[in-house]
């Protein structure tokens, strides 16, 4: 997707104008994949696992993050890393904007 150097603003990218979760990509290539994903507020993502490891960065809003049968509170600067094949279900309090790698 991109070859060059990037700079984002990533509050100003959250879009919270459709119901439910939006994905944004923002870097995607070989070796990584950056996106910021958005869930308007009462939003659910029902228990999963990635087939790579994940990361979560929260930059606004509230949520709570179900990961191996911790519940993890989100705000704005918690850092969540699950590697592949982690189950995690996610449950947003309040609108909820995340990087997503």
Known sequence: ?????LTIQLQEQADY????TTRKSLVKDEQVQFSLVCLTA???IPEH???RNVSVTVIEGRGVLTLE???ITLQPG?????PANTPHALRAL???????T
Do not use: D
Not at 94 to 100: D, M, P, Q, R, V
């Open 1 to 5: 997707m991109t070859q060059k150097s």
């Open 17 to 20: 104008t459709k119901p439910g």
């Open 42 to 44: 009462g939003t659910e």
């Open 49 to 51: 696992v990635a087939s």
């Open 69 to 71: 049968g911790r519940e």
């Open 78 to 82: 918690v850092f969540v890393y699950m």
């Open 94 to 100: 309040e609108n909820l904007a995340f990087l997503h």
